[in-house]
């Protein structure tokens, strides 16, 4: 069975610092790209951020760049967002989503999700 | 960046109706198109990707179609277990974006 655990998530001061972790099992996580996907208060879903296989590449959302970085520890089947600099704004439900690719490589879906994890952005 | 319309925002139907809900994107996005359903509480779940094809273990009374920029997600024969809230999302660009959401209630 696959499973995503996040943690991590908690209260931070405006310009804190945080570091969410997502641990991944059930599957090769070396194989997969993954993703970070946030839920802010009454608001839908948004994603955060993206990492290759081998984290040779990431990619984030223009609102966290520069204040967001990610990495990845395979051989830990580990995920890591690193959050820097947390406004208000950043407060919600982080989610960790496992990305495959299919259509050739040209598309992808969020097949596999954790329950997520609350950061708290307030003073 | 692609956006994505959502309508309605949200619904409220009965047990056995059948709903519609749209997504429009603000360019063509292929058929790379997916649908999420979101219950408070619980991870989200993918339901449908490529526009219309079913992820295994989903009930086949949830059926997507669409192409190009106008997309739609229907369920038949609603069930008291399909309330919360369903998204659609792009994978045809980075970054991924997702529509606004539809909350359905029962």
């Known amino acids: 069975e696959v499973r995503l655990v996040e943690s991590g998530g908690g209260l931070v001061q405006p310009g804190g610092s945080l570091r969410l972790s997502c641990e991944g099992s059930?599957?090769?996580?070396?194989?997969?790209?993954m993703s970070w996907v946030r839920q802010t208060p009454g608001k839908g879903l948004e994603w955060v951020a993206n990492i290759r296989q081998d984290g040779s590449r990431t990619s984030l959302v223009d609102s966290v760049k520069g204040r967001f970085t990610l990495s990845r520890d395979n051989a830990k089947s580990s995920l890591f967002l690193y959050m820097y600099n947390l406004r208000p704004e950043d407060t919600g439900v982080y989610y960790c989503?496992?990305?495959?690719?299919?259509?050739?490589?040209?598309?992808?879906?969020?097949?596999?999700w954790g329950q997520g994890t609350l950061v708290t952005v307030s003073s | 960046d692609i956006q994505l319309a959502q309508s309605p925002s949200s619904l409220s139907a009965s047990v056995g109706d059948r709903v519609t809900i749209t997504c429009r994107a603000s360019q063509t996005i292929n058929t790379y198109l997916n649908w999420y359903q979101h219950i408070p509480g619980k991870a989200p779940r993918l339901l449908i990707y490529e526009t219309s094809n079913l992820f295994p273990g989903v009930p086949s009374r949830f059926r997507g179609a669409g192409s190009g920029t106008g997309f739609t997600l229907t369920i038949s024969n609603l069930q008291p277990e399909d309330f919360g809230s369903y998204y659609c999302q792009q994978s045809f660009t980075t970054p991924r974006t997702f529509g606004g959401g539809t909350k359905v209630e029962i």
């Open positions: 989503a496992r990305e495959s690719l299919y259509c050739g490589g040209d598309c992808s879906m969020f097949n596999s």
């Open positions: 059930g599957f090769t996580f070396s194989e997969y790209w």
